[in-house]
Antibody, heavy 124, light 107 residues
Framework: EVHLVESGGGLVEPGGSLRLSCAAS????????LNWVRQAPGKGLEWVSS????????NYADSVRGRFTISRDDAKNSLYLEMNSLTAEDTAVYYC?????????????????WGQGTLVIVSS | EIVLTQSPATLSLSPGERATLSCRAS??????LAWYQQKPGQAPRLLIY???NRATGIPARFSGSGSGTDFSLTISSLEPEDFAVYYC?????????FGGGTKVEIK
């Protein structure tokens, strides 16, 4: 069974940093494209970042480019999101999501598996 | 950026009724549109990918159609578990974007 489990969320002060992790199981991780998607409290879904298999292609939303870094460790079947210079606008549940059928080699596509999400709160 | 506009924002229907949700793109996205269902406190679930393909395990009462800029998700006969928020998402260009959502509520 395909499974994604996020961790690393929590309360952080404005300007602070946090590293999110996503542990994957049940599929061939190394060849899969993965994305981070976030959802602010009571709001809709916002794509954050994507990484292709082999880390060949990385993409970021304008709102996080230069502050967030996506990476993966295929040996550990894990996806990461390093977040720096956090602001209140980054407060959200962060989901990792796997690109399934209907995807391309650049890392975009539709998401056929999602983790349960990890909550990041940026507040003083 | 490709903007996706979903309508209506809220759809009030009774179980057994037909639901039709709309998603309009600000420019042509071919068939590169997906639909998700999200219930409170849960992660989204993929329903439809590439406009009209049902994802694994999705009941046949869910169907998607459209291409270019106009898309729709139809639920042929609403079951109690279908009352939720539905989002569309495009993968035609960066940044990937989602629509604002349509809430299907019990009338």
């Amino acid at each position: 069974e395909v499974h994604l489990v996020e961790s690393g969320g929590g309360l952080v002060e404005p300007g602070g940093s946090l590293r999110l992790s996503c542990a994957a199981s049940g599929f061939t991780f190394s060849t899969s494209s993965l994305n981070w998607v976030r959802q602010a409290p009571g709001k809709g879904l916002e794509w954050v970042s994507s990484i292709s298999g082999g880390s060949t292609y990385l993409n970021y939303a304008d709102s996080v480019r230069g502050r967030f870094t996506i990476s993966r460790d295929d040996a550990k079947n894990s996806l990461y999101l390093e977040m720096n210079s956090l602001t209140a606008e980054d407060t959200a549940v962060y989901y990792c999501a796997r690109v399934g059928r209907g995807g391309n080699e650049y890392g975009s596509g539709s998401y056929d598996c999602w983790g349960q999400g990890t909550l990041v709160i940026v507040s003083s | 950026e490709i903007v996706l506009t979903q309508s209506p924002a809220t759809l009030s229907l009774s179980p057994g009724e037909r639901a039709t949700l709309s998603c309009r793109a600000s420019q042509s996205i071919s068939i590169y549109l997906a639909w998700y269902q999200q219930k409170p406190g849960q992660a989204p679930r993929l329903l439809i990918y590439d406009a009209s393909n049902r994802a694994t395990g999705i009941p046949a009462r869910f169907s998607g159609s459209g291409s270019g800029t106009d898309f729709s998700l139809t639920i042929s006969s609403l079951e109690p578990e279908d009352f939720a928020v539905y989002y569309c998402q495009q993968r035609a260009g960066w940044p990937l974007t989602f629509g604002g959502g349509t809430k299907v509520e019990i009338k």
